[in-house]
């Protein structure tokens, strides 16, 4: 690959990069602070590789054809959850809490002795209808 080639890979790779990092930063942007952690991070890496792929010249590695593919295709990925980002507002699976992550304390010890008394109840049913059979 000549030098000129690869400058225009370099440059190509801008618009994409520039896409990347402002659809992740809007999102950052518009999480609520009960935001799920791995939504903070997955958008935490989108925009870190946004950068990445800008800064990548300056280590000697200079993009090819496959990698400027790449770089747009990872703005097309973005773009197909464009909906459930409308208005800035998160979509409930990012800051959905499970039903147990809900319950305090006391409550998750509760039914967790509740479900045991269940199976308990269940195994006893069982050892009571062999003894009949036997």
């Known amino acids: 690959m000549t030098w000129d080639i690869a400058r225009l890979y370099a440059l190509a790779i801008w618009p ?76 409930d699976e990012a800051t959905d809490i499970s039903a147990l992550e809900s319950l305090a304390l006391v409550q998750r010890i509760e039914l967790y002795v509740l479900r045991q008394r269940a199976r308990a109840g269940a195994l006893w049913q069982r050892l009571k209808a062999r003894r009949v059979r036997s």
């Open 16 to 91: 994409a990069s520039a896409a990347i990092f402002a659809i992740a930063g809007c999102r950052l942007n518009a999480m609520p602070k009960n935001t799920r952690w791995p939504v903070v991070v997955e958008y935490a890496i989108w925009a870190a590789i946004a950068v990445g792929m800008v800064l990548l010249p300056l280590a000697g590695e200079w993009p090819g054809p496959g990698m400027v593919l790449l770089a747009y295709s990872l703005v097309v990925v973005l773009l197909c959850s464009a909906r459930a980002w409308a208005g800035d507002v998160a979509p």
